[in-house]
């Protein structure tokens, strides 16, 4: 019963948060557990909310109707706050995300951290510290989703083998932080989490394993009885793209735009990917070079 995934309901402020978001929220939900309950609140008889619909069926989210009784009151607080007790008394999951900047939520986070529940706050920079204190975990949602706008993963109908090796790294990385190892069925399901329709025969294997050892960025090795993943070493060394880096800059006056840089680089070392550094930006990549800063999206050398 241990290593079951966590049930999560995923409770969305749709008055208060803005749909370009909705993917990075759900990617990163994926790396936490399972949304068994999926749920938007707000006043869908409002063209202040157009463009929900197309969420809802992509993300398979049931939307709940609160009429604006008030002008100028955001009306999807109480019906937000009285499901999440109902789910809450339910005992049917194991933690919330809320997805919300309105600090209004934050006795209602409080009191299921309370009983025991986890609890992930999804907001935008603007989210006062009361909210953000008050979950267990608290995520802004402007850095997600610069994250996923810097790896520039095209939206398209049919996985690519590509998007998934990248899902793959990100997951490894992210255990890796906290010392943690990373099983074949971890990645079998987060990726299934983050794609519903994820399998492996629709790429011509028939075990997960044998997928896993075609990518040349990914080792897998035995842990015990267990199969676990790593990031294999890269090919290209560290040192040598940031002597490229550096001659670069020194051509260039000492300074240059990020995305300029990224791909001089990407054309130079050819199947560069930060992810295969352990880094899962470019630019902290890049700042983490001595006498080298990223200052407002433009790459500078300290030496200069």
């Not at 869908?44 to 109707?65: D, N």
């Not at 352990?278 to 902290?284: A, D, M, Q, V």
């Amino acid at each position: 019963m241990e290593d079951r995934e966590k049930r999560l309901a995923v409770l969305i402020d749709s008055e208060n948060i803005s749909t370009k978001y909705m993917k990075c929220v759900f990617d990163e939900i994926s790396n936490h557990g399972v949304a068994t309950y999926k749920r938007a609140y707000g006043d869908w008889t409002s063209s202040r909310l157009y463009g929900w619909k197309e969420v809802f069926l992509k993300y398979a989210i049931t939307p709940v109707q609160q009429y604006s009784y008030t002008q100028g009151k955001n009306s999807t607080d109480s019906a937000l706050i009285i499901d999440a007790m109902d789910i809450l008394y339910s005992g049917k999951v194991d933690g919330f995300c809320i997805i919300s900047s309105d600090s209004d939520f934050t006795r209602l986070t409080a009191r299921l951290r309370e009983s025991g529940m986890l609890v992930i706050g999804m907001g935008e920079k603007k989210t006062v510290e009361a909210f953000r204190a008050s979950c267990s975990l608290f995520k802004y949602l402007e850095v997600l989703a610069a994250e996923e706008a810097e790896e520039e993963v095209a939206e398209t109908e049919e996985i690519s083998k590509q998007d998934i090796e990248e899902s793959i790294k990100k997951i490894i990385i992210d255990n890796n932080a906290v010392g943690k190892e990373t099983t074949v069925g971890e990645i079998g399901s987060k990726i299934s989490n983050r794609h519903a329709d994820f399998d492996v025969r629709n790429y011509g294997y028939s075990k997960l394993s044998k997928f896993l050892e075609s990518f040349k960025s990914i080792k897998l090795k035995y842990v015990g009885t267990s199969i676990c993943v790593d990031l294999a070493s890269a090919e290209i060394s560290k040192d040598k793209i940031e002597k490229y880096v550096r001659d670069t800059l020194n051509n260039k006056g000492g300074k240059m735009p990020l995305p300029t840089l990224k791909q001089l680089i990407e054309k130079k070392f050819q199947g560069f990917n930060t992810r295969d550094f352990e880094y899962s930006k470019f630019s902290r990549f890049i700042n983490d070079m001595d006498g080298i800063g990223v200052i407002d999206n433009e790459v500078i050398s300290e030496e200069n």
